[in-house]
């Protein structure tokens, strides 16, 4: 029995359109639709140039994004030019942040003439903290001339590094087992939990209650506190004991007094060993620029 053929050739062709003009309109309804759905949702560029709105960069500026940032400038040989106690050109800040910091930090500097300050970099460039930090402590001529009381602390975000460095003034004071344990209680856990600017305000507390003997600004325990200042002077005490015993003994033999001995020995060489400096004298018509101090690679580095 065979198969009977239409006579109708147009309704095969009506067919063949349809099978192919329904799918093809599908797919272009979706695709219409895919692009006006990401016309309405693209953001909207906003120009950010600085000169288009005449924004001077030397000025600190609040962001579109409302990040807080200042543009720092750098000398022939890279090193940043000393603008504040707060040179935050990695941008960690937020603006409450760098207000409380400078507050401050002025503050330290007017009342006793130490000069603390903040410096945070993106990246080290391949330098090591240690010669990046020694090099812009120097530069600045961080503290008072003669006192040498300048403190920088230097924070690198790429390679998370720390750095400590202390003038020959605050060596005595804030000395390199201190820092270390800021760097390691104290900054470090707070980087690890990205609350930077939470970390380097309580290290420039802390630092600054060290310097100035204020205990309501340290927080490290007491249990942590530097004993080897103490140690030392306890070997001195006991190496002067020694000797004026032997003194004692060979004057014993000349007829003379152990009385006589401890008399004639000046006590005022001793007492730099006993006292810290003064600190209390003010810088007069301060101009953050540094006040001549010099640093010898004194402070502590660390890592978060």
């Known amino acids: 029995m065979g198969v009977k053929k239409s006579n109708n050739p147009f309704g095969g062709i009506i067919i063949m ?9 599908s797919v272009r309804g979706c695709t219409t639709k895919s692009e006006s759905n990401t016309k309405t949702t693209e953001p ?22 409302g990040s807080y940032s200042k543009a720092y400038t750098k000398d022939s040989k890279g ?21 409380q910091l400078n507050s401050f930090l002025l503050n330290l500097s007017e009342k006793t003439g130490a000069q603390i300050v903040v410096l945070t970099v993106p990246e080290l460039d391949g330098i090591a903290i240690e010669t990046f930090s020694i090099e812009h402590a120097t530069k600045w001529a961080l503290g008072q001339k003669g006192v040498d009381n300048g403190v920088l602390l230097t924070v690198a975000m790429e390679e998370h590094d720390i750095r400590i460095e202390t003038g020959y003034g605050a060596e005595g004071s804030l000395t390199d087992a201190k820092c270390a344990r800021i760097i ?4 470090a856990p707070a980087f690890q939990q990205g609350k930077y600017g939470e970390g ?3 290290a420039v507390q802390n630092m600054a209650g060290i310097l100035q003997d204020d205990p309501s600004l340290v927080t ?10 103490a140690l030392i002077a306890m070997a001195v005490f006991l190496a002067f004991v020694v000797v004026m015993l032997v003194l004692a003994a060979k004057n014993s033999k000349r007829g003379g007094t152990v009385g006589s001995i401890a008399n004639s020995i000046p006590l005022a060489m001793f ?22 101090g010099s640093f010898g690679g004194g402070g502590a580095s660390g890592h978060w």
């Open 17 to 25: 359109l349809l099978w192919v003009l329904v799918p093809f309109l």
């Open 44 to 65: 909207v560029a906003v120009e950010t140039d600085a000169e288009t709105f005449g924004i001077d960069l030397s000025d600190y500026n609040v962001s579109i994004d």
């Open 79 to 99: 090193l940043y030019e000393l603008t504040g106690p707060v040179m935050d050109a990695a941008h960690i800040l937020s603006e409450d942040e760098y207000y």
């Open 184 to 187: 390691r209680n104290i900054i």
């Open 200 to 202: 380097i305000i309580s």
């Open 220 to 229: 490290i325990s007491e249990e942590e506190t530097d004993s080897t200042p």
């Open 271 to 292: 007492a730099d060993s006993f006292t810290g400096g003064s600190g209390g004298s003010s810088s007069s018509g301060f101009s953050f620029s540094g006040g001549g």
